[in-house]
Structure formats: C-alpha cells, structure tokens
C-alpha cells in the first residue's frame, strides 16, 4: 500500500509559479509511473502530466513548455515545477501512483491517489 500527500498548492498571480511536491508512504514507489491530474469546479477530472519509473515524460498539451515533472527515488517524492501560470489551470492537483507502471494518461490505470492541493492562478 502507498500513501500520497500532495503539498506546494496556493495562490498564485498570472505569470507566477509554484512547485507542488507529491510524498510517498508505505512503500517505495521508484518502480512506479507517477501521474499528475487537475480538476476544476464542474468539470471533469484531466490528465497534467506523468513520469514513467525510467523518468520518461508526457505532458498533456495545455502544460507543454510551461510545467515540468520530476521525481527523486532516493526521497520517494515526485515533483510539478509550474512556471507562467495562467487562470485556466486553477484547479485542485492530484498526484497519483501506477504500480504497474503502464504510464498512461487515464486515469483509471492509476491505483493510488492523493487528496489533492488547490492551486489559484488570480488574473
């Protein structure tokens, strides 16, 4: 069993960044895929960005060139580095732990979550 605690959320101006941090628990998740997700109020829950267990990276469009992801195994911490933020990515953030670390952008695939931290990008 993993436990996940997400941390780094807050508010934050147009063009600001933040750095969330994900904390792993239980168990070494260093063989796992590593997912961040968001989802804003009335709607649906979306795919940010993931790290496979080798530190290949996919992000979704909306964060390209502006978000990164990182983990450390040593720490069993994962990372979203979120630069030039913009008021269409306030939402609550997500961490999440694939065990078998298919790396996939669903959702569903991931079999541990976190409770979230909420991010507020003012205009």
């Known amino acids: 069993q993993v436990q996940l605690v997400e941390s780094g959320g807050g508010l934050v101006q147009a063009g600001g960044s933040l750095r969330l941090s994900c904390a792993a628990s239980?168990?070494?998740?260093?063989?796992?895929?590593i997912g961040w997700f968001r989802q804003a109020p009335g709607k649906e829950r979306e795919f940010v960005a993931l790290?496979?267990?080798?530190?290949?990276?996919t992000y979704a469009d909306s964060v390209k060139g502006r978000f990164t992801i990182s983990r450390d195994h040593a720490k069993n911490m994962a990372y979203l580095q979120m630069n030039s933020l913009k008021p269409e990515d306030t939402a609550v953030y997500y961490c999440?732990?694939?065990?078998?670390?298919?790396?996939?952008?669903?959702?569903?695939?991931?079999?541990?979550w976190g409770q979230g931290t909420q991010v507020t990008v003012s205009s």
């Open positions: 239980g168990r070494s998740f260093s063989n796992y895929a």
């Open positions: 790290i496979s267990w080798s530190g290949r990276n």
């Open positions: 999440a732990a694939d065990r078998n670390a298919i790396a996939t952008i669903e959702a569903s695939e991931y079999d541990y």
